[in-house]
Structures are given as structure tokens and as C-alpha cells.
């Protein structure tokens, strides 16, 4: 079973950075990149750096409707 990620403990910032995300996420830093990698995750990369879009990844989830 997957970890279920708050969005609400989240930091208000446009972007985090790996490993900070997978700290608050409660997960792995190898998970999350294969998350990313597996396109799960919206990131911006910057030189060679690559960023989670907290934004956008809180935009798309509140766009989504969840059924529970």
C-alpha cells in the first residue's frame, strides 16, 4: 500500500526540492524519483537540479475529484 501524501502539510512554495518533498512525504528519496521518473509527479529542472512543482501538483489535485 502507498503512503498517503497530505497536501494541506505542505510548505506554500512553488517548488521543493527532492529531498525535502520525500522528507515531508514520509517516503524515500528513491521512491520519489521513481515516481518522477514514471511521470507521477509534475518537476521543473533547472540546470541540473530537479525540482518538485508543488504548485502544479497541488493544482492538479484539487482539480481532481476523489471518490472514496
Not at 37 to 43: D, E, F, I
Amino acid at each position: 500500500m502507498e503512503p498517503q501524501l497530505d497536501l494541506s502539510q505542505l510548505p506554500n512554495v512553488p517548488v521543493m526540492s527532492r529531498e525535502r518533498f520525500a522528507e515531508l512525504a514520509g517516503i524515500e528519496v528513491g521512491v520519489l524519483n521513481g515516481w518522477i521518473t514514471k511521470g507521477y509527479l509534475p518537476v521543473i529542472e533547472f540546470g541540473r537540479y530537479r525540482l518538485v512543482n508543488v504548485a502544479l501538483l497541488t493544482k492538479i489535485a484539487l482539480d481532481r475529484e476523489f471518490t472514496l
